[in-house]
């Protein structure tokens, strides 16, 4: 029996398919396709994000949490970079602590 998978694992799990008895069918990405496959990959982990709660959805946060460190690496960044961005934003625009809903804005 197979399972078609297409998508990009980490880089441990061919070894685990293999110590599991079963073979991993495998192929490394172009640069073009390795990133167009960390932003599937991106978007899979958002949405097991909005459907996981507590210990899970720290786990699946963590998940997001190792895609973007790569795909910074693509932009020549490290995630590093993306926090002092994100801190700087926040000391200039504010951050999200006050859980303030904009719902709109009157001309004067």
């Known amino acids: 029996m197979k399972k078609i998978y297409n998508k990009l694992v980490r880089d441990k799990i061919p070894e685990i398919i ?24 991106l978007n899979e982990e958002y949405q097991e ?5 507590g ?5 699946e946060l963590a998940d997001m949490l190792e895609i973007i460190k790569y795909l910074a690496k693509m932009e020549n960044a490290t995630l590093n970079d993306i926090i002092a961005i994100a801190n ?6 504010g951050a999200f602590n006050d859980k303030i809903f904009l719902e709109k804005v009157l001309k004067k």
């Open 18 to 41: 293999k110590s599991n008895g079963e073979e991993p069918i495998t192929r490394v990405l172009t640069d073009e396709e390795y990133k167009i496959e960390l932003e599937k990959k």
């Open 49 to 53: 994000v909005l459907s996981a709660t």
């Open 55 to 59: 210990k899970d959805r720290i786990e």
């Open 88 to 93: 700087a934003k926040s000391s200039k625009r």
